[in-house]
């Protein structure tokens, strides 16, 4: 997220609208602020709408103690300043109460990071602050005395989180991902018995990838190609406001003839911009930007399936619930899911790294999804909206047959309904 020569004021409000967006704070709760070079710093006023927040609520608080602006900081600015103080490298700090990570703070638990590959990457260790008085200075120091473990995200024993790092984005992905995490564990313990990723199963897949390609110096951009480029950010930007992707995780892809443009790799997908797609072709990538790890995969579908015109890999939670649960997450629910997805088969971790040519022979339009355990869902489509209709129907799928099984005995639809669908619409 480039955020360089954006005012304090302004990059608060962005990110805490993101934060309330997503559900991960209510309109009183919550708050961010940013340090300044001289040690002062920004920070969210008290009791104001944090849904409708402006920047000029906005208030600084000067080394001093004193407060600029029209409002009062809020009340936990004295944790805010007891991090700074123990962390000099951090320059942000973002505190909010998402209703998963608030499940594991009453039951004095944390959520498992290595449920996902990437997770324990992006959180780190994560330290765990006593009860406190909020606005005290006794929870101020038994946070602050966490980060001076090293940790840069604490959940607060029966209160909430705090994240932080060197910069707002940071810690803000941070807290969006345990607060994924914890949602995930919270999911599949409601369908059967998360599994937990080794060290080894961490790392290993993902040292693979490495992609090489050759700078690509390009000329004028085609119009096609820079509507197609149009549509597929709108879609990446839907996605993470539907909750299928984040700022961390997911990779698009669309078809450019016999080329194709895809995500870049370490930017956050909810700010992406059309000239941030890179181009790939005859293994050369655009000139200074970075493609995501997984392109040489989109690649080779693009290869194998000359029919298919788009591949997501994306990380919906309820569909992920499967994938780490290891149970088989079944489409012949209602006939939309069985049309668009077909039977969606669950292949082992790491597959699509480390037997790329194997998985990507298996995506196709014949079988538009794919499950990778305790990883992501793949899924292609003749357009990129195709693609997108069918992430969604997949997550929306898989959240009615988990709340099914709060109800009664899931009924499928028998074999024969299933054949009929299929001479039907020609699957």
Known sequence: ??????HPRDEIVMIMRRIYNSAMTTTSGGNLSIREDDGSFWITPSGTDKGMLTRNEIVRVLPDGSVEGT???SIEYPFHAAI???RPDVRAVAHAHPPALVSFSITRTVPDTNILPKAHD????????PYAMPGSAALGNGIADE???GHNVVLMENHGIVAAGAALPEAFSRMETLDFC???????RSIGTPHILSKDEVVLPHEKLNPSYAPLDRGSVPSNELELRRTLISLI????DRGLANSTEGTFSA????????SPFGIDRRSLLPDDLVFITGGRAERGKEPSKSSEFHGRVYEMHPEVGAVFIAHPPTVLAFSVSGLPFDTRIIPESYVMLHDIPTLSYGSHITDRDSVASKLSLATPAVIIANDCIIVAGKSPLEAFDKLEVAEFSARAVINAKSIGKLHEINDDSIKEIRNHFNI
């Open 1 to 6: 997220m480039p955020l360089r020569y954006v």
């Open 71 to 73: 409002h009062r900081p």
């Open 84 to 86: 700074y103080r123990a």
């Open 122 to 129: 992006i959180c780190g260790t994560v330290g765990y602050a």
């Open 147 to 149: 980060f001076k473990k």
């Open 182 to 188: 914890a949602r995930l564990h919270i999911l599949a």
């Open 237 to 240: 930007h839907r996605s993470c």
């Open 255 to 262: 078809r450019v003839g016999n080329d194709f443009i895809i």
